[in-house]
């Protein structure tokens, strides 16, 4: 109904309401007085009723002008996915899924934003992982999109966009206000990936990388000597490197806190940063 429907509306009813004042004004009851003691004046009805026709007038004014924002937002995100950098990682990446949720969130708050991932997803038929502050919810075989449940969720999202991806998971697409990023998969490691990943030390007899790293930080260690005579392969320095830049422990690099990811047709070995990764590695 719109506003000047709304308005004819409201003369009918205040019409109404003076014919049927002009009615009543016929001889005193007892009766009629206490139904109007018990249920008001009929001119106090029909302002109810007034209110209420205003109120739906406001209400659909403002519904008119969210989905004229929606439009323009669309509009606009349309203009940016034309870009064709982002048009080809967005195709990569599940295109028609991926297009969808974008404009299907428009410019939702974070709670409404999950929700709405969950719908698409569930109805796209996706694989859906469960973390306490986010969910996962994988695109294809080498990358996932995560979405923050809570508004707290949007800045861990910013976070996790902004970390070394020599060390973690790459962030290639993100919403500009962080409801949602798209990274890459972390994958588990298999039993033998110390083989795969780490020959130096099967070669050298260290069973576990943190004994390795245990032994290498303490000048006391009887494994000490050994373990400084190891060469570096290229992901145990990257464990090295990552244990001087973020002043970490050897203990802390046991299986649960490695996995990889696909780049370019090769492994590349990942670490898990259990604030981030840990409630999505199986994704």
Known sequence: MVKNEIELNMWLLLK?????????KEEWNEQEEQEQEYFGDTRASIEYD?????????????FFNEME????????????????????????????????????????????????ALHEANMAGKTIKHGQTRIGILLNPDYVLKVGKYKLSLEENK???QIDPYFFP????SDPNFRWIVVERIKEME??????????????????????????????DPEYNKARSVKPGKNLQKILDFMKQYNSRGIDFHQNNLGFVERDGKKELILIDGGFHIPLCGL
């Open 50 to 62: 007034m209110f209420e026709l205003l109120k739906k007038a406001d209400a659909q004014e403002e």
């Open 191 to 220: 039993d033998n990936y110390k083989q795969e990943f780490f020959p130096e030390l099967v070669s050298n007899n260290f069973p576990r990388i943190p004994e390795f790293l245990c032994a290498l930080e303490d000048i006391n």
């Open 170 to 173: 790459k962030t290639v697409l």
């Open 159 to 161: 976070m996790e966009s």
């Open 69 to 116: 924002d929606r439009r323009q937002f669309e509009e606009q995100y349309e203009e940016e996915i034309d870009e064709e950098d982002n048009r080809e990682v967005v195709d990569y990446l599940e295109g028609d899924f991926l297009d969808r949720f974008i404009k299907y969130i428009g410019n939702n708050n974070a709670e409404a934003t999950y929700l709405m």
């Open 16 to 24: 109404q309401a003076d014919e049927t004042e002009d009615m009543g």
